[in-house]
């Protein structure tokens, strides 16, 4: 018999202002920001006010006179998300790092060496603290949605853990749609208009079938899989990174969004199309500026699951692109899709939509039964 699998994810605490706060302690307890035109990452006493990562920096200052700003240092962030990477690779090998502050561990394997699933969490929060001087939130699970919900439960510095599908259901029916990773802000918006789905439990209202046939195979398996918690996914450790990209030198400097924005949709298709003859999917996005000056920027989102959709990725270069200043003349522009896969791309398998709708129907059958012991 298999065993019961433990994944647990790590999230550094508002980690770019963290390392600013730790090797500046004059800023404990003040409202600050990192990002000189938009907020990269917001002290949690600037998130009282409503500051916001992407947000340009004169809208915060709106919010939080007060506010206080400091230059992005991305060479020391690398240095201590290296740091820290390296202190998760000591308790295991199963590590899957999706950014410079979080990853997931499986830790199936390791934990049975520990009195329990609260010791080790403890003891990992202390270990990255006694190390690093910073905090991080840890969530434990049965899967890595569960394990990466459950680390925003407790933020900053807390920890929770499911141990069970179904205490994992009765904690998210009740939220609204957008806690389940993949449901963004325009998600969210097509599927109230269209379906009047706002929180979780309005999902239960559709089949997988009705939902596949109103927003298409991914995001409907994705959907009916998250809301009941279902999540089949490895946490990724042999991952190779690939990437595909194109990027363009202007001999005449791009001085509009417009044409910033004329130049990025021609770079898009060109790199989504060589995305489609690799036969790839796509787990992050990456865009790139430099500007008149040789300032050069990138910013990057990266995705719960990998990804072919042509329109989940063009949103995600049009979010990337409005965090960017049009403040200057730009000399390059580029994009590129990284940790690309073929054969770790994940849809449910046949057998795998046949246990669903058995766990499925069974559920509804107790359900009915329920229901004619209370009439009788």
Known sequence: MAKERIIMHYDMDAFYASVEIRDNPSLAGKPIVVGENIVTTASYEARKYGVKSAMPVAEARKLCPSLITVPVSKGKYSEVS?????????????????????????????????????????????????????????GMGYNKLTAKIASDINKPGGIYIFTKREEFVEYIEGKEVRILPGV????????????????VRDVYRFSLTELIAHLGRSRGELLYQYSRGYDYREVDYKRKTHSIGNENTFRYYLET??????????????????????????????????????RTITRSKTFERYS???VQLHEAMTDLMEEIEIDK????????FGNLSKNLARQLTFGERGKLKKKVDLELLKEKIKSIEKKG
């Open 82 to 138: 290296a740091k820290i990477q390296d202190l998760v690779k000591r308790v295991t090998n199963k590590v899957e790092f999706i950014a410079f502050d979080e990853g997931y561990l499986d830790i199936t394997d390791v934990i049975g060496g520990y009195p329990g699933r609260d010791y080790f969490a403890g003891r990992f929060r202390r270990g990255i603290k006694d190390n690093t001087g910073l905090t991080c939130s840890i």
């Open 184 to 199: 963004g802000k325009k998600m969210a918006e097509d599927l109230y208009k269209r379906l009047g789905i706002e929180r």
């Open 257 to 294: 969004r417009e044409e910033v924005g004329k130049e990025m949709e021609g770079l898009f298709e060109k790199t989504y199309e060589r995305l489609q003859i690799k036969e790839f999917l796509c787990k992050t996005l990456i865009v790139k500026v430099r500007y008149s000056d040789r």
């Open 308 to 310: 072919k959709d042509r």
């Open 329 to 336: 003349s730009i000399r390059l522009l580029g994009i590129s």
